[in-house]
């Protein structure tokens, strides 16, 4: 993260001095102060950093599969019963599961969801799948028994079962990416049209586009209204570009990417501009 203010971290010595400035085109840097001070206690009023990920709220995310392509759980294990028929199973009931892997003991339960399509080009960049819990496999067969530990929405026949993966650990320092970033956002995951603080983006750039895990980006959006000439014709009026919140990147796709909302200047819409801060 030095790059090339402070080139070698390790002739950092006690009672140097690091300025952290920003150079004339305002890109924070590092510098270090020539003369060394005695140890002693400095207080400053800084902007608020940007806030750590709380790891609570995007652990869930990180072993859910969330991005699918068409189809792509057509062969995942298939809730086919329920007791006594019934509609919808919460915690602690059982369901009948056929194609399970008896050599998986936990796994989490899915429907198929919308496609995610791109703004800008119309084209379905993949679809969204529905996180509704977690089960247990209590006996093989097929169908197998499992039992239902947690569940976020309801679940019934037809759903979806894939194996628990472990969530990876990642240490995520945000930073802004060094190259200019144009997307936009595609879906409030929830099935919602708007998102506040501590929401779940997806945006129509991935990987293949340069997004990386930690990356920050500005949410913007841009506003026109109409208005009436002298001659009273309607002419649109562009207004200034509002920036309405900052992005984090947690997990990363071909083609999407997922992000939290970190700070929010009132609501983050659908279709609303992903950029560069």
């Known amino acids: 993260m030095n790059q090339e203010q402070i080139r070698n971290p390790n002739r950092i010595f006690p009672g140097d001095v690091i300025i952290l400035d920003r150079d004339p085109q305002g890109n924070p840097m590092l510098r270090l102060q020539s003369s060394r001070v005695l140890?002693?206690?400095?207080?400053?009023?800084?902007?608020?950093?940007?806030?750590?990920?709380?790891?609570?709220?995007?652990?869930?995310?990180?072993?859910?599969?969330?991005?699918?392509?068409?189809?792509?759980l057509d062969h995942a294990a298939l809730i086919v019963a329920t007791p006594q028929d019934r509609v919808f199973i919460g915690n602690g009931d059982l369901a009948y599961v056929s194609n399970a892997d008896p050599a998986e003991p936990n796994w989490q339960i899915y429907r198929n969801g919308k496609p995610l399509r791109d703004p800008e080009t119309d084209e379905i960049l993949g679809y969204?799948?529905?996180?509704?819990?977690?089960?247990?496999?209590?006996?093989?067969?097929?169908?197998?028994?499992?039992?239902?530990?947690?569940?976020?929405?309801?679940?019934?026949?037809?759903?979806?079962?894939?194996?628990?993966?472990?969530?990876?650990?990642i240490a995520y320092v945000p930073h802004k990416p060094d190259f200019s970033?144009?997307?936009?956002?595609?879906?409030?995951?929830?099935?919602?049209?708007?998102?506040?603080?501590?929401?779940?983006?997806?945006?129509?750039?991935?990987?293949?586009?340069?997004?990386?895990?930690?990356?920050?980006?500005?949410?913007?959006?841009?506003?026109?209204?109409?208005?009436?000439?002298?001659?009273?014709?309607?002419?649109?009026?562009?207004?200034?570009?509002l920036r309405t919140g900052l992005l984090v990147i947690f997990r990363v796709f071909d083609r999407i990417s997922y992000g939290l909302v970190v700070q929010a200047e009132g609501t983050i819409d659908v279709n609303d501009f992903i950029r560069t801060p």
């Open 39 to 72: 140890p002693q206690i400095h207080a400053e009023l800084i902007e608020q950093a940007i806030p750590a990920i709380p790891p609570n709220v995007i652990r869930p995310f990180l072993s859910e599969p969330l991005i699918v392509e068409a189809h792509g």
């Open 128 to 169: 969204e799948a529905f996180y509704l819990g977690t089960a247990r496999q209590l006996e093989a067969g097929n169908p197998a028994t499992f039992e239902v530990v947690t569940v976020k929405q309801e679940i019934g026949r037809g759903d979806r079962m894939l194996p628990t993966v472990r969530p990876p650990i």
């Open 181 to 241: 970033v144009d997307g936009r956002v595609i879906s409030v995951y929830g099935g919602v049209d708007a998102a506040g603080r501590g929401s779940i983006l997806a945006i129509n750039r991935g990987a293949k586009d340069g997004i990386e895990i930690a990356h920050v980006l500005a949410v913007d959006r841009n506003r026109v209204i109409d208005e009436r000439n002298d001659n009273d014709q309607k002419i649109a009026v562009q207004i200034p570009v």
